[in-house]
């Protein structure tokens, strides 16, 4: 494993401690979401690790500074440790936040969670519709999670709901809203589809107008003004549709900290797809080594990485120069400036796709859902291309 031996955050200064630590437990899902950030080729991962290695994990990661919790996936409930881990997170005083489609809450489960000391549950749907929720799943899940929202309020937890936006549910928003409204819910988190794994894929198909958004944005400014603080609601315009970068992660190896299902620490769930970068594992080293000395936590700190137009931009303490995941993707190299910059060269690759979302029937490609089959049939031809690439041919 490439460990750089940097103590430092790339400008001379070693940082804080992560804040947030996101337990990826697993990559099976019953679900299979046309948007799912999990890597494309999930099914070539190795083995997931095993519960005396999360317990470790948990108490490394609090040690080191983290207080936030997320205990995600795939379905973080497939996994029968869960108590275990949610028992111990509690012991260590995280404040614990399930993420989860609902598929395996029961009564016996949510009790056992509550007696463990599980802090939060974040729920997701898909639409507000059975047809739309069970196709974008590929599964017949929407009555399962309204019961499983209502168990949710039962046993007094807030009610947190998840909904991914894109062009297929945007302008079932109001309906939503409704639909979280009748459930009881104090938070709605409007996500709209982050453009990485099989969001990217499917991206084409996925990303809305821009007067779909404009109209999303004014039902959903209509709708808070009538409930008021009896539910939060936040919605947030996908980057696509701006000028400057997110902050992505409140910048490189700053704040967040991932392990994935097979041990392998990240500093944003979607990093192992950068090339050329080692990332270790909790297997084989401590969260300390990794946070503050491996080469792929330190790689993007600070800003001696930057090249132009960033190197040089007075906003880029403000966002960093972006996502470095979305700079690879779309320009195929993780140092440029996020080209959803309009200072970036390369800003026109975003333009163009927001473009061509106006034109219909401008995209015929079909939707491809989050499988295992179709995992393997991507991981195979990801291994083709690098030996090919490898060969020279
Ligand atoms: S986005 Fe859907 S398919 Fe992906 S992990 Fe979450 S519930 Fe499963
Ligand atoms: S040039 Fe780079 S640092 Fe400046 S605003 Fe754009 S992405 Fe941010």
């Known amino acids: 494993m490439s460990m750089a031996g940097s103590t430092t955050n790339g400008n001379g200064a070693r940082p804080a401690g992560p804040l947030w630590l996101l337990a990826e437990l697993t990559y099976r899902c019953p679900l299979h979401c046309v948007f799912c950030y999990n890597p494309l080729d999930y099914t070539a991962h190795g083995a997931e690790i095993s519960t005396d290695d999360w317990l470790r994990v948990l108490r490394e990661g609090r040690a080191l500074g983290a207080i936030q919790l997320g205990f995600s996936g795939g379905e973080p409930l497939l996994r029968d440790d869960l108590e ?4 111990e997170a509690r012991a260590l005083g995280f404040y614990s936040n399930l993420i989860t489609s609902g598929v395996g809450l029961n009564e ?3 009790r056992a969670f509550k007696e463990a000391g599980l802090d939060h549950i974040q729920l997701s749907f898909q639409d507000s519709t059975r047809e739309l929720n069970d196709f974008l799943s590929s599964t017949r899940t929407f009555e399962l999670k309204l019961k499983v929202a209502r168990l949710i309020k039962e046993h007094d937890y807030p009610m947190v709901l998840n909904v991914v936006l894109h062009r297929l549910n945007i302008d079932h928003i109001e309906e ?3 639909m979280a409204e009748r459930l009881g819910a104090e938070y709605v988190e409007l996500a709209n589809t982050q453009y990485y794994g099989w969001g990217f894929l499917n991206r084409d198909r996925l990303l809305p107008t821009r007067e779909q958004l404009l109209r999303a944005d004014e039902v959903t400014r209509r709708f808070r003004e009538r409930i008021g603080d009896r539910m939060r609601i936040f ?6 549709f701006e000028d400057r970068p997110k902050a992505c992660m409140s910048g490189w190896g700053s704040v967040f900290l991932t392990v994935t299902p097979d041990g392998t620490a990240l500093p944003c769930h979607a990093a192992r797809m950068l090339p050329g970068l080692a990332f270790p594992s909790v297997r084989d080293t401590s969260l300390e080594a990794i946070w503050y000395e491996s080469e792929g936590f330190n790689r ?3 800003d001696a990485w930057m090249k132009e137009p960033c190197r040089t931009c007075p906003e880029k303490a403000k966002d960093f120069g972006g996502c470095r995941c979305q700079a690879f993707l779309l320009t195929g190299d993780p140092a440029n400036a996020d080209p959803v910059c309009d200072l970036s060269p390369q800003h026109h690759v975003v333009t163009d796709a927001v473009a061509r979302a106006r034109v219909t029937g401008a995209v015929t490609a079909p939707i491809i859902f989050r499988d295992d089959r179709n995992s393997r049939a991507l991981a195979e031809k990801k291994a083709q291309a690098a030996s090919t690439e490898s060969s020279g041919v």
């Open 300 to 302: 993007y700190r600070g």
């Open 108 to 110: 016996t489960r949510i």
């Open 176 to 178: 939503i809203l409704e």
């Open 84 to 87: 275990i881990l949610v028992a």
């Open 235 to 240: 919605f947030v315009v996908p980057d696509y």
